[in-house]
């Protein structure tokens, strides 16, 4: 049951993402329909990104919901996707703790119990003791779905989720606050890199909230934005 490190992959995203959302831009302002407007593109990137980013700073963040992306994520704690799945306009599909035995269950240590070095061995011991009660437990004929019960928020899972470009930022937004737990805030890191990298002009729109607004609306301010009422 080895602690692994966090693993995310982008699978799959559109080749022409551009193509998309600028005939999308295109088709709410132009008299031409929809499939003659994509068909016939001939702009070049500079315009076609010139034409996104103004209508996207106007709000009519319809035009980039057509963009879909799907990540794979391995190595990830129970507690952190407990989080991620309470997005609303996410799709999941998860490794199931009734179908797969967790004997020997890989693990997440939160780095703050990491750096204290007394504190990361009785993690260590408790987390195999719970796996050898979880193996005892099913070896006396316990299901999984029921055994599943003493596992703790740290057990390491993998899951698949897809997401459109819209509620990507907006998990950026809120994930990439310095408020928000480490682990997902990591993940969430690593999902927004891999699409920069892909499309770097989505960098400006893949941050904290705070860089968005220009102000920390929370109640607690990391001190990097000044708060809403100063």
């Not at 797969?100 to 997440?108: C, L, P, Q, S």
């Not at 979880?134 to 006396?140: G, W």
């Not at 909230?209 to 990391?222: H, W």
Request: contains cysteine; positive net charge; aromatic residues 6%.
């Amino acid at each position: 049951m080895p602690k692994k490190n966090l693993e995310v992959s982008l699978i799959a995203m559109p080749s022409n993402l551009l193509d998309v959302i600028y005939t999308a831009c295109r088709t709410c302002y132009s008299a031409d329909g929809a499939v003659e407007i994509f068909k016939n593109i001939t702009d070049d990137k500079e315009k076609k990104l010139a034409l996104i980013k103004r209508i996207i700073s106007s709000g009519h963040y319809s035009t980039i919901e057509h963009i879909q992306l799907t990540f794979a994520i391995n190595n990830i704690s129970r507690a952190a996707t407990h989080q991620l799945v309470r997005h609303r306009h996410m799709s999941f599909s998860q490794k199931s703790q009734r179908y797969v035995k967790e004997a020997d269950f890989d693990f997440v240590m939160p780095v703050a119990i990491e750096k204290n070095p007394e504190l990361e061995e009785k993690f260590i011991k408790h987390m195999e003791a719970t796996s050898k009660l979880y193996a005892e437990f099913v070896d006396a004929g316990i299901k999984k779905e029921d055994a599943r019960s003493i596992l703790p928020n740290a057990t390491a899972s993998s899951i698949v989720t897809s997401l459109n470009l819209r509620e990507l930022i907006h998990l950026a937004n809120l994930r990439l606050c310095t408020r928000a737990q480490l682990e997902i805030r990591m993940a969430v890191a690593k999902m927004c890199a891999l699409v920069i990298k892909e499309e770097p002009w989505l960098a400006e729109h893949l941050v904290p909230k705070c860089e968005r607004l220009g102000y920390c609306d929370e109640d607690n301010s990391c001190g990097r934005k000044p708060t809403k009422n100063g």
